[in-house]
C-alpha cells in the first residue's frame, strides 16, 4: 500500500513539472523579447498603425479650414442669411459646393486626430487651435486609402512586470488608443492573420509584419496627412 502511494505522488509531481513547464514555454513562444514578430511602441511599423487608425479629420475641411481636427455632431453653422444645423455627413455633402461664405456658430466641440475632444467657444479659440496645428503641437498623421478590418488581435508583453495579455480590439479609434499607450517596457504582436482595406475596394489577408509595413507604406506615400 505505501508502495502504491509513492507511485501515486511521483506520478502527480511528474505531472505538475510537466504542467509548469509547457506554460513557461507557451509563454515564451508568445512574447519573446527579441522575436523578429515582435513591435516596440516607437517601431516604424506601430507608427504607421497609429496613422492608419488615427481620427479621419479631413471631411470637414471646408468648414473648419484644418486637417488637424473635426467638428462633432451637431452644431450650427450660418450660410449667407441662412442658419443650418448639421447633424451628420450628409449635411456637409450638400454644403460642399457651396460659392458663399460658411460661418461656424459658436459654441462647438472638435475632434483631434489622435480622438481628443475640446470644447471651443469662441473663433479666437478656434484660431488658436489651428496656429497650434501649424505649429506641429498636435499628432497630425492619418492615412486615409488604408483600414483595418476588425477585430484586429494583439498580443502584449509587459517586460517590467513580466505579464502577457491579448487584447482583441473592434475600432480604429480603440486601436489607436492602445497603441498610444504603449511604453519602453511594452512588447506586441499582431495575431495574423489580419485583414485590410486599401483604397476602399481592394482587400487583402495579411499574414506577417513585412507585409503589413509594406502595403501601409503604400499608403502613407499616396494619401497620408499632412500633405
Known sequence: ????????????????????????????????????ANLRFDDDLTNLMKSVTSHDASYDDFIDDSHCFSINYPYK?????????????????????????????????????????HSISSEDE????????????????????????FPLTLAIYNTNSRRFNQVVLSSNKETF??????DQ??????????NILMYEQEYFSIEDNFSLN??????????????
Open 1 to 36: 500500500m505505501m508502495q502504491l502511494d509513492r507511485i501515486i505522488k511521483l506520478t502527480l509531481v511528474f505531472s505538475l513539472l510537466v504542467c509548469f513547464s509547457s506554460c513557461y514555454e507557451n509563454e515564451t513562444i508568445v512574447v519573446e523579447e527579441n522575436e523578429e
Open 185 to 194: 517596457d511594452s512588447v506586441f504582436k499582431v495575431v495574423y492573420p489580419a
Open 214 to 227: 509594406t502595403h501601409f507604406k503604400i499608403a502613407h506615400s499616396t494619401c497620408a496627412n499632412p500633405e
Open 77 to 117: 453653422i450660418q450660410v449667407g442669411n441662412e442658419i443650418r444645423n448639421i447633424e451628420n455627413e450628409e449635411d456637409l455633402e450638400h454644403l460642399n459646393n457651396y460659392d458663399v461664405e460658411i460661418e461656424i456658430i459658436f459654441p462647438i466641440s472638435i475632434s483631434l486626430i489622435n480622438f481628443e475632444k
Open 126 to 149: 478656434l484660431e488658436s487651435v489651428k496656429q497650434m496645428c501649424n505649429d506641429g503641437m498636435f499628432y497630425e498623421e492619418h492615412i486615409n486609402c488604408a483600414d483595418f478590418i
Open 177 to 182: 488608443t492602445f497603441l498610444d499607450s504603449l
